[in-house]
């Protein structure tokens, strides 16, 4: 009788815990974790947005900005790393960049918002944290809760009849 009590109150203890949790996923610091060397991450050289997003221009390029609001076209190529320096996708050898137009939700939320402001010809990292990304799903190469990391060149923005725009003077 004695073991069924500690038994009892164990289990007792144990559900009142995970009740305490739910709903509570552990959630990383982008400033508190550590990324992959390789990554080049540099937190204190990026800009953080309004929404934990972190920027940084590895290169500014010289051509058409994109705007800050929804609705213009681009072509980017890219590669998407964890932080632990593990790739999850690339369309750097694809034969066509990869083309969305801003605000339409064709990529997560932070990749959306690193590409505004962008000029073609630039390249640009992008550390985005889970909110932004993937979230508390994950996806088939993703964890849930994960930070990722990309690397993204703008190469073209495209005019409303579906051509390149030629690069600005």
């Keep these: 009788m004695q073991k069924l009590r500690s038994f009892l109150a164990v ?6 815990a995970s009740s305490c949790l739910e709903g509570k996923l552990f959630v990383p610091d982008i400033e508190n974790v550590y990324f992959e060397p390789s990554l080049g991450v540099n937190l204190a ?21 994109v705007l800050m609001v929804d609705g213009d076209s681009v072509g980017v ?3 998407g790393y964890l932080r632990n320096g593990v790739p999850f996708d690339s369309n750097t050898t ?4 990869l083309r969305f137009r801003t605000g339409s939700n064709a990529v997560v939320d932070g990749f959306d ?8 010809g630039g390249r640009r990292q992008l550390i985005i944290p889970p909110g932004l990304g993937y979230g508390s799903q994950g996806s088939a190469a993703i964890p849930s809760n994960s930070i990722i990391v990309f690397d ?14 030629p690069p600005s003077p």
């Excluded at 050289?45 to 900005?65: N, P």
């Excluded at 694809?94 to 960049?97: H, K, T, V």
């Design 45 to 65: 050289a990026s800009t953080k947005t309004a929404s934990g997003l972190y920027y940084r221009d590895i290169t500014v390029g010289a051509g058409t900005q």
């Design 113 to 120: 918002e690193g590409v505004r402001g962008m000029r073609v």
């Design 152 to 165: 993204v060149t703008l190469q073209f923005l495209y005019d409303s009849d579906s051509t390149p725009a």
């Design 77 to 79: 190529r890219y590669r």
């Design 94 to 97: 694809a034969a066509l960049p």
């Design 11 to 16: 289990l007792a203890v144990a559900l009142l």
